[in-house]
């Protein structure tokens, strides 16, 4: 039996496969819900504070650079750790300040903020300026 020399393998239409394809596409983009991400709310006092409180307590700063400042001197986590701890156990009655400078790492306040609940410094002893 002879083949008739007319007839070839084509390969198949893809052009209905490609618009069953693209409706889909253009369904799933038309029914999905997108999700909105939520921030870390942060709550900022109401009152205005024309300067650093009347209480003296210890003041620890944030600076640029990946610095810790305490009386103009650079310590690290640790040492600020330390000072603060040592601080609370001496003055249980006032709060310990972090003021975070203009341009200064977000990441390393809240290092030196977990550090610091780790140490077992009780929520609400530490002020973030």
Same mark, same amino acid.
């Given at each position: 039996? $002879?083949?008739?020399?007319?007839?070839?393998?084509?390969?198949?239409?893809?052009?209905?496969?490609? /618009?069953?394809?693209?409706?889909?596409?253009?369904?799933?983009?038309?029914?999905?819900?997108?999700?909105?991400?939520?921030?870390?709310?942060?709550?900022?006092?109401?009152? $205005?504070?024309?300067?650093?409180?009347?209480?003296?307590?210890?003041?620890?700063?944030?600076?640029?650079?990946?610095?810790?400042?305490?009386?103009?001197?650079?310590?690290?986590?640790?040492?600020?750790?330390?000072?603060?701890?040592?601080?609370?156990?001496?003055?249980? /009655?006032?709060?310990?300040?972090? $003021?975070?400078?203009?341009?200064?790492?977000?990441?390393?306040?809240?290092?030196?903020? /977990?550090?610091?609940?780790?140490?077992?410094?009780?929520?609400?002893?530490?002020?973030?300026?």
């Amino acid at each position: 039996m $002879k083949r008739s020399s007319g007839t070839r393998d084509s390969p198949p239409d893809m052009t209905p496969m490609l /618009d069953i394809v693209f409706i889909l596409i253009i369904f799933f983009v038309v029914t999905a819900s997108f999700v909105q991400e939520r921030g870390i709310g942060l709550e900022r006092p109401q009152g $205005k504070q024309d300067g650093p409180p009347t209480q003296q307590g210890l003041m620890l700063q944030v600076a640029p650079g990946h610095r810790i400042l305490y009386q103009g001197h650079v310590v690290d986590v640790w040492a600020a750790v330390a000072l603060m701890k040592q601080f609370h156990v001496e003055h249980d /009655d006032q709060i310990i300040l972090v $003021k975070l400078e203009a341009g200064a790492k977000l990441g390393l306040l809240i290092r030196l903020l /977990d550090h610091g609940r780790m140490a077992g410094l009780p929520r609400g002893s530490i002020a973030v300026l």
